[in-house]
């Protein structure tokens, strides 16, 4: 195979994806803050669907980065989700990321109560101190989330909540919208582990560029 004329460099690849991104989205609502947010989620997916239906609550990003600066503990709720978190800048921020959705207790918790494991999981990462949640794929564990936090269990610095799917996905963010809480989502059925991390990644590197 011929691989003359075709672009190796990975940072010359990426520089040249986000150039491509900012040239066909062209004009938009977000601010400098959110943007690179939101260009990294389309980076991640090459779906341009992600320039409309992305929202922030006012200073989110902003919210974001001071926690990850403090070394706030984040849980997300797959382990999908944590394996695509950039654990160097996790590292370099002192940051710790928590995943406990496969943990043998939570299992047993779950199946004794007859509820989702995602729930339980949340529920223990409220419990040890997390700040700043990742949620991809669970809707139950974003519904578990704020209902604790409308209990005052739990204050976070920073929901990133973009569950993906057709049963309670939709519904979890819009009742994320309309929580008060200091979000990153995307509206409608998509969302997942890839976007969730990308969100995280983003503000890690606002964080670190700062």
Known sequence: MNLSGVI???????????????????????????????????????????????????????????????GARILCDTNMVRAGVNKASLAALGGEIDCHVADPGVAAAARAEGITRSIVATRKGVDEGCRVFLIGNAPTALFELLRLAEAGRVSPALVVGVPVGFVGAEESKEALLASGLPFITCRGRKGGSAIAAAILNALMLLARED
């Open 8 to 70: 190796l460099d990975p940072h010359e690849i990426e520089s040249r994806s986000f150039e491509i991104i900012d040239a066909e989205v062209g004009p938009h609502d977000y601010d400098r803050r959110q943007w690179p947010v939101v260009r990294r989620v389309i980076h991640t997916t090459a779906d341009f669907d992600f320039a409309a239906i992305t929202r922030f609550s006012g200073g989110a990003v902003e919210a974001g980065i001071e926690a990850l600066r403090g």
